[in-house]
């Protein structure tokens, strides 16, 4: 592996556990559909729902609609957190922040404060890597190991580097690859390595410090298990 493989794979590993200030700042975003009743998303242990064997997930972006085909053998528990976080609404106006073109798009932090901070310490155990990382294969950001969360990544490349890492991708994009290598990464790597957004502050501030200040960002509007 080159250095500069090294240095992004680095990153990918250290940048998604970055701490958070406490102190939430901002307005809070909407976390439901209008017309959908509200649900309650500061509670990860309400959302514990195992997901079925095989299932679709659509994710309309701003930059167009991409479905994604989850197989829950692939990695059982990042699955059955995903299943959650979709069914429940959690994927509105949440930013594609970290996007590395020939790498990875980087997405889950949400844009309310206090719901970030909520699914912070919400972590979940690692699946043995059964699947790898080609292009479109989606898993789990860390920071470490049985660190992951709520933030996710879609490979843009043959990442398969990451297999060894333990970065095991539970399903890929069945449509709308072309949409996802539109998504904007023209912040490239995140502060402190690069221009990109800092995620203490992403985590603290929401979608107020992202739309202020990297207006340019394309985003997740909504997401939806199809039936």
Not at 70 to 87: C, E, I, S, T
Request: proline fraction near 5%; aromatic fraction near 10%.
């Amino acid at each position: 592996m080159n250095t500069f493989s090294c240095a992004l794979v680095a990153a990918l590993i250290c940048c998604a556990g970055l701490r958070a200030e406490d102190k939430a700042v901002g307005k809070p975003t909407e976390t439901q559909p209008v017309g959908v009743a509200a649900v309650d998303l500061t509670d990860p242990s309400k959302f514990k729902e195992t997901a079925p064997a095989t299932f679709k997930a659509k994710f309309e972006t701003t930059k167009g609609d991409v479905v994604i085909e989850v197989v829950r053998a692939q990695a059982p528990l990042g699955a059955d957190r995903f299943y959650n976080l979709v069914k429940a609404g959690y994927f509105k106006d949440i930013a594609f922040f970290r996007v590395i073109p020939g790498f990875m798009a980087q997405f889950g932090i949400h844009g309310n404060p206090k719901v970030a901070s909520s699914w912070r310490a919400a972590k979940i155990q690692d699946d043995p890597v059964k699947s790898g990382n080609p292009t479109g294969a989606i898993s789990f950001a860390m920071a470490g190991p049985n660190t992951r969360t709520t933030q996710f990544f879609i490979n843009l490349a043959d990442n398969s580097r990451l297999d060894g890492m333990g970065f095991a991708s539970f399903g890929k994009v069945v449509e709308g690859m072309d949409v996802v290598t539109k998504i904007n990464g023209e912040y490239g790597e995140g502060a402190p390595r690069g221009r990109g957004p800092d995620q203490g502050r992403v985590q603290a501030e929401g979608n107020d410090y992202l739309k202020k200040d990297f207006s340019k960002l394309d985003y997740i509007l909504s997401a939806t298990v199809l039936k």
